[in-house]
């Protein structure tokens, strides 16, 4: 475990069809980067003597829920963490059956990178479609093709030279910025952390090394101003009487002190007065900074609305253009009645006009269409019942999201991308 | 003026401590936005009170607006309950104790017996009983995904039904920063803002921030039993097996639960910069103390399905 007090933080998420190594590959990069303490690994070996395997089940580091271990699938999301030297890294290992797909993108939508992985004995699969879809949808910035179990094509090139071939292929239609591709055995460390003696051919560089070094500049927007405001902080102390800070999250550009702002929907103007975290001071506020903020004057704010600059506003509207991942089992129909949240907004919403559900292995629009299921992914026209201060996603992956919820169930049925 | 920033080439990026922290900040305040009766379960282990600090710097200079709630199982240390009541203090924030002798006496639950009875199962009805009699539609929790495999599964606001239970293979899908706390009426919320924290990034951050622990947490002499290679407090919880003996040794602990199930380590560092160094050295993990988990391959997942923090 590395002690560096000031790393960057890389959030990465994995992605495939069923089977395809993800769990191991995770299992392999936390074994040979030695972030697996002594206990875990022992009651991995154990699991693995115990189910009658000649090797160790590193996808059992992963794979924690009882359910999953019985039936050697990933079902939801699991977090594992390790740093290296270099920098610190939240590893999201999803699920790739379909019937997950929710579970997925859960792990995708805060992701800076994405591995997704191809099976080197069946190339690309419908998932390999999906999730590369959904990972440009999502705006993830780098992806990197893992070509695996290159032991079982016995390390060849051609192997891989083809399944490469056929990805860019696919992904030259995709909105993904940078693509790199490694073959790798997840099971032996094949190129994953150490350097592979199997494939002498291979000149890039070990999946780690590039998890190291890929140039994660800056997901966040630093341009355009956007602070939804979450709460009111009124102390009613003696001490503090006329305190009324507006606290929240930062999701763009960069806020001081004096700055002329605007708060929507009312329309009013001020001055920033103070920025401030525990009542220490702080000069420059930007995303995802977690701050309080004063203004000079007094004016109505609450819950929803949002600090912006009078020079540079988002979007106010109530009529949404959204690509929305369906996750429930119960359609989505023309006038499905939803509530959108958004930022630190909620409102009743409507489902105006589904224009078009995505084929996701040929990206092909099918039109005229009655309803979108689980799984699917869609252009959809929404009407709510407030104006919403937006940004496209491409330009917010914060004020350009939205989620869906059910009414009466309560439970998150979709992820919308706003265009 | 402060500077947490690191300005390199022009680009504007938060340190991962930096970034952590703005995180669970986010996530305090939304279940304060979100939910009527909110509460932050106090264990009185250095996650909690990591949380109870970063409570105190999400609402400053108000107070923090929900009451800690200790499921007192009554074996624990008296550093805790010391350091507890000192905490509530300093912070001005109202203190509620869940007992669990008092759900054994009113026959809410049986006590086991046998050297190696714990209290741990015990508190699970204590703590939904607290929650109940309150009100308390979301309770706030130290627990990081770092610390259990079934813990690496589990949402930051983690539905529970009406009795209080998990149900880890229908979890709601939890999208960017967009949190659903939505729910029928009896149902309630388990929510996790340090759940993104590892065990590392929890004492770096202790170190940068300058909080108060308990002693236990820094290198210590105690009589101790060691017993199945797990090095336990001598206290009046534990009876003694035949044949074991109480021996002086020099110790700290990691995290902090029951004493009569939470084992020491043997160790050196009193000083935050010396148990970092130990934390980077060292092999297992931090749960790897603690009896409890060991009562089975996926004990924790059934205790959390069970309605366990
Ligand atoms: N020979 C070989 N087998 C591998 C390799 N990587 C993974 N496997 C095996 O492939 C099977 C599936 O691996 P997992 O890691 O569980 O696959 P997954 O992609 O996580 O599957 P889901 O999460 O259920 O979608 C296991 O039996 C692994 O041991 C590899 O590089 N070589
Ligand atoms: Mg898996």
Redesign the interface.
């Given at each position: 475990?590395?002690?560096q007090?000031?790393?960057?933080?890389l959030r990465f998420t994995t992605a495939g069809s069923v089977d395809d190594g993800k769990s191991t590959l995770i299992g392999r990069l936390l074994y040979d980067s030695k972030s697996i303490?002594?206990?875990?690994i022992e009651?991995v070996k154990t699991?693995s003597e115990k189910k009658g395997f000649d090797y160790v089940d590193l996808s059992l580091?992963?794979d924690?829920?009882?359910?999953e271990?019985e039936q050697g699938i990933t079902?939801?999301?699991?977090?594992?963490?390790f740093?290296t030297p270099k920098r610190?890294f939240?590893i999201a290992d999803t699920p790739g059956h379909t019937q997950y797909t929710?579970?997925m993108?859960?792990g995708a939508?805060?992701a800076n990178l994405a591995i997704i992985l191809v099976d080197a004995r069946k190339g690309l699969l419908e998932q390999t479609y999906r999730h590369s879809f959904i990972a440009s949808l999502l705006k993830i910035p780098h992806v990197v093709v893992c070509v695996n179990k290159m032991d079982l094509v016995d390390y060849s090139e051609e192997v891989y030279n083809k399944i490469v071939a056929d990805y860019e292929a696919f992904s030259s239609k995709l909105d993904i910025k940078d693509v790199q591709f490694v073959p790798i055995s997840a099971l032996k460390g094949d190129n994953v952390v150490d350097r592979s003696e199997n494939m002498p051919w291979y000149e890039g560089s070990t999946l780690l090394y590039h998890l190291e070094h890929v140039h994660i500049?800056?997901d966040?927007n630093?341009i355009d101003c956007r602070f939804p405001v979450?709460?009111v902080?009124?102390?009613?102390?003696l001490?503090?009487q006329d305190?009324r800070?507006y606290?929240?999250?930062i999701d763009g550009g960069?806020f001081k002190p004096g700055d002329e702002v605007k708060v929507l929907p009312s329309g009013f103007t001020s001055k920033i007065k103070s920025i401030e975290?525990?009542?220490?001071?702080?000069?420059?506020a930007?995303a995802?900074?977690?701050v309080?903020m004063t203004l000079e004057d007094e004016i109505d704010i609450s819950?929803g609305d949002m600090i912006v600059r009078p020079n540079n506003q988002p979007e106010v509207e109530q009529d949404l253009d959204v690509m929305v991942c369906w996750?429930n089992q119960k359609a989505l129909q023309n006038r499905t009645k939803l509530?959108v949240?958004?930022t630190?907004k909620e409102c009743q919403a409507m489902v105006k006009d589904i224009q078009y559900k995505v084929d996701v292995n040929t990206l092909h629009r099918i039109e005229n269409i009655e309803e979108i299921g689980m799984n699917d992914i869609a252009r959809v026209s929404i009407r709510t019942a407030q104006p919403v201060f937006f940004d496209s996603y491409s330009k917010n992956?914060?004020t350009g999201?939205?989620?869906l919820?059910d009414p009466n169930t309560?439970?998150?049925v979709g992820?919308g991308m706003i265009i | 003026m402060f500077n947490p920033e690191n300005k390199t080439m022009g680009q504007y990026y938060l340190s991962h401590l930096k970034e952590l922290e703005a995180e669970a900040i986010f996530i305090i305040r939304e279940v304060v936005s979100q939910f009527e009766k909110p509460a932050l379960l106090f264990s009185g282990g250095k996650d909690s009170i990591l949380l109870a600090h970063l409570a105190k710097k999400a609402f400053y200079p108000a107070k923090i607006p929900f009451p800690l709630i200790h499921i007192d199982t009554g074996h624990n240390f008296p550093e805790t309950l010391e350091f507890r009541d000192a905490l509530v203090e300093e912070l001005g924030v109202q203190l509620v104790v869940g007992s669990v002798q008092e759900s054994i006496d009113k026959g809410r639950v049986r006590e086991e017996t046998g050297v190696n009875a714990s209290r741990n199962a015990l508190q699970t009805v204590t703590l939904l009983d607290t929650l109940e009699d309150l009100k308390i539609d979301a309770a706030m929790g130290g627990a990081r995904r770092d610390e259990e495999k079934a813990r690496a599964k589990e949402r930051f606001f983690s539905h529970r039904d009406e009795f209080g239970q998990w149900d880890p293979k229908n979890q709601r899908p939890e999208l960017w920063n967009l949190f659903n706390g939505r729910k029928h009426h009896g149902e309630h919320f388990r929510v996790f803002p340090i759940s993104n924290w590892t065990e590392m990034d929890v004492w770096q951050y202790i170190k940068e921030e300058n909080i108060a622990l308990p002693s236990l947490y820094f290198s210590h002499e105690r009589e101790c039993v060691v017993r199945d290679e797990v090095i336990l407090a001598k206290s009046e919880y534990l009876p003694l097996k035949e044949g074991e003996e109480i021996q002086k040794l020099i110790v700290r602990y990691r995290t902090c639960g029951d004493m009569p199930i939470t084992g020491a380590v043997l160790s050196n560092a009193d000083t935050l910069e010396l148990i970092i160094e130990e934390v980077a050295t060292t092999r297992t993990t931090e749960r790897g103390t603690r009896a409890d988990d060991k009562r089975g391959e996926t004990a924790m997942e059934d205790r959390k399905k069970a309605g366990y923090f």
């Open positions: 475990m590395s002690i007090e000031n790393n960057q933080l303490f002594e206990d875990q009651a699991s580091l992963t924690g829920l009882k359910s271990r079902i939801d999301v699991a977090y594992r963490y740093a610190k939240i929710r579970n993108v859960t939508s805060t500049a800056s966040f630093h979450q709460m902080i009124r102390p009613h102390t001490e503090f305190f800070g606290a929240g999250r960069i975290l525990n009542g220490e001071q702080i000069s420059e930007y995802p900074m977690s309080t819950r996750m509530i949240k958004h630190t992956r914060q999201s939205i989620i919820i309560n439970e998150t992820a | -």
